[in-house]
């Protein structure tokens, strides 16, 4: 399906907007399965980061989720696709960092602890993506991410967001699959 990436933030935001579950893995491998998403691209920024606000919001975070998106949407439109390989930081990573700072409203000027906290939740989870190494895989590193962030809010704010063991689905679909390096590789299946 030939759609621009406008199109594909309104189907996520849509998406996003009527997730019901406290997982954000759950919520982005709905959205993933969609024909409009492709297996690697840009649109996983904010696909990411609108999974993470919703199940934010789901699991008992206080936050204006429409509000959130508009933000997250502005910021994760300046991420460029590739910010793996080219700039050293996932861009799922950077897209969960930004929700972080769209719910606590910090910036660059920020004095506060979340200014610190967003910090060591996007090292922290950076550290682990580099102990896996790549080529690119859009859907292990929002996985990664993803369950990170959930682990991250619960232990932090209280946030009991849902976690569970992944298995992912989209193995044979990726040609630079890591295969068994993936903590989340279940043979292809």
Known sequence: MD????EKYERIRKAALSAVSKNPVTIAREIMREDFVSLHGPEHHFL???????AYKN???????????????KRTKLMPGAMCGFWGICGSVAAVGAALSVIHGTGP??????????????????????????AR????????????????????????????????????KNKQCLGSRCPFFAGGK
């Open 3 to 6: 759609m621009s990436l406008n």
């Open 48 to 54: 990411d980061g609108a999974a993470f606000l919703a």
């Open 59 to 73: 699991a008992g975070g206080k936050i204006d989720l429409p509000m959130c998106l508009d933000e997250l949407e």
């Open 109 to 134: 000027l920020s004095t506060d602890e979340f200014y610190k906290d967003h910090m060591e939740y996007t090292s922290r989870t950076i550290g682990k993506m580099s102990e896996i190494g790549g």
């Open 137 to 172: 895989c859009c859907k292990r590193n929002a996985f990664l991410s993803l369950s990170a962030a959930a682990e991250f809010v619960r232990e932090k704010y209280g946030v009991a967001m849902e976690a569970e063991k992944v298995a992912c689905e989209f193995s044979a």
